[in-house]
Nanobody
């Protein structure tokens, strides 16, 4: 089994900053992609940012220039530094990883979600 433990969520004023972290543990194989998604009330889950093992990064347009994703492969941990937060960033943020097991295929896992609330 694989466990993803997220931390760093909370309440912040508009313009403030928060850093999320997500540590993967358990039966870990090669983690290809690590990322963050978010889901607001009544909305679909959407990609915020992801990063491959080799360091290729993809950001959603609505966070470009404000959020920074990074990862520590030795610690199986992914981070999301969020600056200049806006009320519309209020959502539950989910960690996501995609692993490549030795027997082929891919395995995807999700964290439990952490609430980010940005007050105006």
């Amino acid at each position: 089994q694989v466990q993803l433990v997220e931390s760093g969520g909370g309440l912040v004023q508009a313009g403030g900053s928060l850093t999320l972290s997500c540590a993967a543990s358990g039966n870990i194989f090669s983690i290809n992609r690590m990322g963050w998604y978010r889901q607001g009330p009544g909305k679909q889950r959407e990609l915020v940012a992801d990063i491959t093992r080799g360091g290729s990064i993809n950001y959603a347009d609505f966070v470009k220039g404000r959020f920074t994703i990074s990862r520590d492969n030795a610690k199986n941990t992914v981070y999301l530094q969020m600056n200049s937060l806006k009320p519309e960033d209020t959502s539950v943020y989910y960690c996501n990883i995609v692993m490549v097991p030795p027997w082929g295929g891919t395995r995807e896992y999700w964290g439990q979600g952490t609430q980010i609330t940005v007050s105006s």
